[in-house]
């Protein structure tokens, strides 16, 4: 997807916004996760929590997607102390068009769900680069670097 423009969306987010894509600051990060309140998507958020401001002097807006509900992002959000929003798609309308919704093994068995990914959408809103199958520690620093290289 790398050098393609990116599909405009429409999301309900936190703090009772509505996130349109097209509307957006841009550079902008969009990281996907899997669930609220689990250690591996806990510890992702609070390394982009703690880089936010330096996110933003490089004039990068942060944005996470998870299936979760409105009402479990804003307790995620409130725990967190989070200064960005989280944008629920419980309907996995942009999880498709970012080809994030994949089968993984949990405990043996195969469930349908968010592959954790993360993507950097630049000034002209093409998706600039993308990372997939991420792993948490160091992830944050490494987009951080990238954002700054724009």
């Known amino acids: ?10 999301l309900p987010g936190t703090a009772g916004a509505v996130f349109q894509l097209s509307a957006s600051a841009k550079p902008l990060v969009i990281y996907f996760y899997p669930k609220d309140n689990t250690p591996g ?18 004039g990068a807006q942060i944005v996470g997607i998870s299936r979760d509900s409105l009402k479990s992002h804003e307790n995620f959000k409130a725990k967190l102390e989070l200064p960005f929003e989280l944008l629920s798609d419980s309907e996995e309308t942009v999880c498709s068009l970012f080809d994030v ?15 954790r990914s993360t993507f950097v959408i630049d000034a002209a809103g093409n998706i600039a680069r993308e990372w997939r199958k991420v792993k948490v520690p160091g992830h944050a620093e490494e987009v951080l670097a990238f954002v700054k290289s724009l």
Request: hydrophobic content about 35%.
């Open 1 to 10: 997807m790398s050098g393609l423009p990116c599909p405009d969306f429409t």
């Open 41 to 58: 998507c806990t510890n992702e958020t609070m390394d982009f929590r703690d880089l936010h401001a330096e996110f933003s002097a490089a």
């Open 101 to 115: 919704i994949k089968m993984k093994n949990m405990y043996g068995k195969q469930v349908r769900g968010i592959e």
